[in-house]
Each structure stands twice: as C-alpha cells, then as structure tokens.
C-alpha cells in the first residue's frame, strides 16, 4: 500500500449523540390549535348565541317574575308589577306542602334513576351475549319505544293500568289466588307513582342501553381474558375491568338520567288527566298549579328557580366527578 493510499484512508464517522433528556420536574409541552386560542370561542360562537337567544330569555324572565308579586291583575295590566324581594321563595320555603314535594321529587327520580341505570346495564351485557341477529331486532325494538312521543306511551300505559279494561288487571287475575279485576292503581300516591316511575323507566332504558352498548364494545378483551385467567369470576371482571372503563359514560349518564326524572311532567299530567292530586306532584307539577291553577305567577317562578338551582347542583357534582376521571386519566 502506497503512502497516498495510506493518507487517503477514510476516518469512520463520528458516533451521533443522543437526543438530550427531558428536564426532571417538566411536562411536555402541548402544541396549540392552529388559529389562536379564539378560534374555539369563534366556531361555538353560534350554538352560543341560539342558546342565548332561546334560554336567556325566558331565564331572566323567571328570576325576574319570582321576586315580583305578579298575578291575574299584573298579566292583564290592571296592576303593575311591585317587587317584593325574597318575600315570594320565603312563602315558598316556609311552606310543608313545599317540602313534601321536594322529597317526593328526590325520592321518585333516584327510583327511576337507579332502575334505569340498573336494568340498562344489564340489557347493554346480554346484548354482548347474544347472536347478532337477535340484538339487531332487540336494537330495532329498543329504538322504536325510545322514539314513541311521550304522549302516546303514557296513553298505552293509562290502558294497561285502566281498573276496568286494563289488560294487566286481566292478566294477574289469571294467576293461582290473584283477584285484581276492578283494582284502581291510582288510588294511593306511591302505587300511582310507581306505574309513573316505570313509564318513565321504560322510556329511558333505550338510550342507556345503546350508550352502554357503543362503550362496551371499548373494553379491551385481552384485559377480560387476563382477570378471568388470574381467577376472577363473572363479578369480578365486570367490577375490576368493565366497570372503571365505563366509569366516564356511567356518570354522564347518571348525571342525564337525574336532570331528566326531576324534570317529568307530561307523564304526571297526562296520566292524571291534568289534574294531578296532592299525593302526584313533583317540582314540575307543583310549580304549574301554583302559576297556571293558583295563578300565583310568581311563586310558581320562585319553585320553578328553585328547581333550577337544585338541578345546577347536581350539574356541579357532575362537573367535579369528570374531572376527577380527567385527573386520574
């Protein structure tokens, strides 16, 4: 080998040094939206304004008619409308019929809520069980009832409960020592309730079912097939794996459920006829009569916000459950 060939030698290339490590202490930092920080604000800018528009309104009116005293003579223009400061929601508050209400309330939409989530759930698990073109017709009959006008479920309901021509009367009159021909369902509040409360039920299972269903189909099988090979049974790899992944969609639809139930009214309604009894009213009811019965307008304001400060409650405990997932996520 020559002397040039020995100058001419190549040099092997120096070794690349390695990315530098993050900084201790230090998250990542995450790339923003392509347009500013407005661009968000912009695009909701006109689903903001339609709610403005529809829901701004009438809420402002309702804050405003519940510290007035507004009655037949202010709606006619006879009176004019004086305020009255707290002196509306003091009546209100310091009325028991007011209480009793609100408990009725609170108990019949945790009844509906707890069957609906319940009986939704395991619906949601045996449609997984199933073959597919039995779930595609459990499907098809889910979505049907979900999409019945409200009036015309508790019609049939009003049919299958009648005293004299209910089927239901005719069908457990056929079992062994059951006499129920003739039997009114509504002639006690929590019998009333109760068909009430499975109207509802029967209303609101299919969209609890179908949203379970698309969650369902999100919890990894290997996760599954990993707990039951470690020894979980049925129960265990619902409550450790199926349960914490379906966390997210069982609070928001807790959450829907509760703001739903405590706000039935045409169920209550129409199935008293318009009428409802002492022992039938909820919130909603209970603020109608005293506006539209009593016409007291503006103590059925002052249920009425009251009502919406209880559902802003449970808004709230909402809110504070998501970000807690958002949290631990």
Known sequence: MSAADTTTAKVPPARQSPP?????????????????????????????????LVLGYPLVRLVTLSFQE????????????????????????????????????????????????????????????????VKTLVNIALVASWGMPIIVATTVFKWLFDADYGILNALLSKLPGVEMVGHNWFASGPQGLAVIMLLVVWGAVPFVVITLSAGLTQVPAE??????????????????????????????????????????????????????????QLLTTYSYDRAFVVND????????????????????VYMRQMLKIGDVE
């Open 70 to 133: 507004f009655g037949q003579s202010q709606l006619w223009g006879f009176k004019p409308a004086e305020s009255v400061g707290f002196d509306n929601f003091s009546k209100v508050l310091g009325d028991s019929d007011f209480w009793a209400v609100v408990v009725r309330t609170v108990v019949f939409a945790a009844g509906c809520v707890i069957f609906t989530m319940v009986a939704g759930m395991l619906i949601a698990l045996l449609l997984q069980r199933v073959s597919g073109w």
């Open 223 to 280: 996760l599954e097939e990993a707990a039951r090979l470690d020894g979980a049974g049925a129960w265990g790899v619902f409550r450790f794996v199926t349960l914490p992944i379906l966390k997210p969609i069982i609070v928001m639809l807790t959450t829907l459920s509760v703001i739903w139930d405590m706000g039935v009214f045409p169920q209550v309604f129409v199935m008293r006829n318009g009428h409802p009894e002492a022992e039938f």
């Open 20 to 52: 530098p490590a993050p900084a201790v202490g230090k998250k990542p930092s995450r790339r923003r939206s392509p347009g500013g920080a407005g661009t968000p604000w912009l695009l909701l800018a006109p689903c903001l304004l339609i709610l403005a």
């Open 297 to 316: 307008y503006a103590q059925g304001s002052a249920i009425a916000l009251l009502t919406v400060l209880l559902l802003l409650g449970v808004v709230a």
